[in-house]
């Protein structure tokens, strides 16, 4: 397909266990972010991605939280020890970076993390 | 932090009325988009605003930008069942490529 694929679509983990989360972008996509949704709160930037890099980790709520992103494609975000706060929808978003003006983003449909 | 208010929180509506959601900011936005989201799915780009006073149509509805840039609506004329969803706007700071996002206005449109 041509649009951001996130896997999986769910995700129920036990307390304390580690979970690894997906994103496939659209292809030739060079920035790369991950938001965090949760009920009320609206979406909260996690990090972003411009190539491999990420000049922007500044949303990342605890050293629980990691991402990687290799050959400037694929990126998972990991979360190390759940908890039940970390419980929430996990929202990938790839955009085309131009010069001038902001590109949209075009999100994946998300991972709905669930801590038990 | 540039935070982005959206008003109301929530509403519902019947098909065929008009309404208008917001969202403002006491610092002046570079650029401002508008989502929607629907259930199970992410947000989608309605549009992008960049110029003060700038008004922008797609079919029924209608994106303003304040002069200041500092505030902006969405208008709906004439809702209907699709447009039900939760309608986000969002805005970069500067040369910084970071998307703030509201909180978001979630309306029903009900038949």
């Known amino acids: 397909g041509a649009g951001v694929s996130q896997s999986p679509s769910n995700k129920v983990t036990e307390k304390g266990k580690d979970v690894e989360l997906r994103c496939d972008p659209i292809?030739?996509?060079?920035?790369l972010y991950w938001y965090r949704q949760s009920l009320g709160q609206g979406l909260e930037f996690l990090i972003y991605f411009q190539g491999n890099s990420a000049p922007d980790k500044s949303g990342l709520p605890s050293d629980r939280f990691s991402a990687e992103r290799t050959g400037g494609s694929v990126s998972t975000l990991t979360i190390q020890r759940t908890q039940q706060e970390d419980s929430a929808v996990y929202l990938c978003?790839?955009?085309?970076?131009?010069?001038?003006?902001?590109?949209?983003?075009?999100f994946g449909n998300g991972t709905r993390l669930t801590v038990t | 932090t540039q935070l982005l208010e959206q008003s109301p929180q929530f509403l519902s509506i019947q098909e065929g009325e008009n309404l208008t959601v917001y969202c403002n900011s006491s610092s002046v936005f570079s650029s401002l988009q508008w989502y929607r989201q629907e259930p199970g799915e992410g947000p989608v780009l309605l549009v992008t605003v960049v110029t003060g006073g700038e008004v922008k149509k797609l079919k029924r509805l209608t994106f303003q930008f304040g002069d200041a840039r500092k505030d902006s609506s969405l208008h709906i004329t004439a809702a209907q069942t699709g447009d039900t969803g939760l309608y986000l706007c969002a805005s970069q700071r500067g040369s910084n490529y970071k998307l703030t996002f509201g909180k978001g206005t979630l309306l029903t449109v009900n038949p």
């Open positions: 292809s030739g996509h060079t920035a």
């Open positions: 978003a790839s955009s085309l970076v131009p010069v001038t003006g902001v590109s949209p983003l075009h």
